[in-house]
């Protein structure tokens, strides 16, 4: 099968390219990631009811399951890119046929059928794994190469990592964290039909976007690659060279840090707004914080690349995490008061700017070390091994937050129906089912949606509460510090400009070479 041509010609990185191939053009993929691991976990528990399936195990085990699954998954998909060879790359290939397979299998996962557990189980564990082991890793793995693999140019990298990074931001911080819970969220609630026709919406919006990707970027370094430095290893012997570099070693290992504090915070985001610092689905506690918090996101869009030429990507990043360390201890002493809490959002993600704008083009500085310290790209087994740690730290993360949310008492909100033109008879229902249990607020002030279900959440005891709290806010105190440690091992950018000069030396001779033979 013969691919369509980018439509990137220049030898260096040009506007078209950073815009549509990685602002743009990610964003319809990143907005379903983005959906999905914040509210997919809730779908489960809330709309699903799957909290307490096999004495609560099934939302415990289920997710590190298939995370080993997706792992191994990425380890395949790593040597897979590795081995492509076209003209067109050996990652945006893949990125080209992700765009048809990540909507489609997104949409099963929330296609659940009304039918008996053993069938709900079923559904969910094949839907979970066709997306995340299958289609999002054959996405997320290519389109994580193309900012390492675009260009050896520090600025243009940078740059590109900026944007690329822009889109993450606009979709998790900007809709998902802002117009989702202010809008959509209360007007969908607990209607399975409705979460369906909100995901089906965002897929078809993924497919156009994604192909928008893979036309306005372009592999440069897979380009100017040779035999001998492009020659393909086992993922075993790939790790070997991986991991017997300490920039590597220590880069994973910030990443594994950061990520698990991440993960916890992003599974805890609703759970916390809705039971902590405000009520049930109420529009406006998960705006707030996301607003107040995501301001700095905006702000570094023109001020991260800037200080990080000046003063070095390990550098901002590192002192970064300090006041990412501080602002999430201000929130987890006062996890109740509004106004500290937004207080200390804001310092956090000041502190988060550089991690987040920055990193893939530190990631990219080490691999480049690694080529000139063994003479061999190995682009796809790094990036496997980057996913892994990333897609087994969601896994984990999630279940061993279901599990807490089974064992420390956690309340789901309940649906009762109204009969018709009788006023609010379905309060009654409601006091006569929920036993002692205590509404958020007063039933008698709840109102039905269009079809007449009144939904009550309900207040959560001590224990969940404290659980909520430590997964937002607590976890990232001690993450932020151990990360701010490890970054500062990572000083790779003190010669890297001299080893790429070497690097593009020895693929010129390479390519003399060949050609004098």
């Not at 008996?116 to 289609?135: E, G, H, P, R």
């Not at 990080?308 to 550098?315: I, Q």
Request: charged share 15%.
């Amino acid at each position: 099968m013969k691919l369509p041509s980018s439509l990137v010609k220049s030898p260096d990185v040009t506007k078209k390219e950073k815009w549509l191939g990685y602002l743009i053009g990610p964003a319809g993929a990143l907005l379903l990631n983005a959906v999905l691991a914040t509210y997919l976990n809730v779908y489960y528990t809330d709309v699903l009811k799957l909290k307490g399936l096999w004495g609560g195990l099934f939302l415990f085990i289920f997710p590190i399951v298939s995370k080993v699954i997706d792992a191994v998954t990425n380890i395949f998909m790593g040597r897979v890119i590795d081995r492509t060879k076209t003209k067109e790359g050996k990652a945006r290939p893949w990125l080209f046929l992700s765009a048809f397979l990540v909507p489609l299998t997104a949409v099963l996962l929330f296609t659940v059928p009304e039918s008996s557990d053993t069938v709900k189980v079923i559904w969910v564990i094949l839907s979970y794994n066709l997306f995340y082991s299958f289609a999002y890793t054959i996405f997320n793995m290519s389109h994580s190469l193309m900012v390492p693999l675009s260009t050896r140019n520090g600025k243009d990298r940078g740059g590109l990592s900026v944007f690329n990074q822009i889109t993450t931001i606009m979709m998790s911080g900007i809709l998902v964290a802002l117009v989702f819970p202010m809008i959509i969220m209360p007007a969908i609630g607990v209607d399975k039909a409705k979460w369906i026709t909100l995901m089906a919406i965002i897929s078809i919006v993924a497919l156009p976007l994604t192909l928008l990707e893979y036309f306005f970027t372009k592999e440069r370094l897979t380009e100017e690659a040779d035999d001998k430095t492009d020659k393909t290893l086992s993922f075993k012997d790939a790790a070997k060279i991986i991991f017997g570099d300490k920039y590597m070693v220590l880069i994973y290992l910030y990443f594994f840090v950061y990520t698990v504090g991440m993960c916890m915070k992003n599974i805890g985001l609703v759970y916390y707004c809705n039971y902590v610092l405000g009520t049930y689905n109420d529009g406006v506690t998960q705006m707030l914080v996301s607003v107040i918090g995501g301001i700095p996101m905006g702000i570094g869009i023109f001020a991260v690349w800037p200080l990080a030429k000046r003063f070095g990507k390990r550098n901002v990043t590192m002192w970064g995490f300090v006041l990412y360390a501080t602002g999430s201890l201000i929130c987890w002493i006062f996890p109740t008061n509004m106004v500290l809490v937004l207080v200390g959002q804001f310092i956090k993600n000041i502190g988060g700017l550089p991690c987040a704008y920055v990193f893939m083009a530190l990631f990219a500085d080490c691999l480049d070390h690694l080529e000139w310290k063994t003479g061999r790209r190995v682009d796809g087994n790094a990036m496997s091994i980057y996913n892994i740690i990333a897609v087994a730290m969601v896994g984990i993360i999630t279940g061993v937050f279901n599990l807490l949310l089974f064992k420390t008492g956690y309340i789901e909100p309940m649906e009762f129906k109204a009969v018709a033109d009788a006023g609010y008879p379905a309060i009654s229902e409601a006091a006569s089912l929920i036993g002692d249990r205590i509404p958020q607020i007063a039933l008698e002030l709840i109102k039905p949606d269009g079809k007449g279900i009144y939904t009550v959440a309900f207040e959560q005891p001590e224990a969940v509460g404290r659980m909520f709290t430590l997964a937002f806010v607590g976890i990232e105190v001690f993450t932020g510090v151990i990360s701010a440690v490890i970054l500062r091992f990572i000083n790779v950018e003190k010669t890297i400009d001299s080893e790429q000069a070497e690097i593009k030396a020895r693929h010129a001779a390479n390519k003399q070479e060949a050609e004098a033979e």
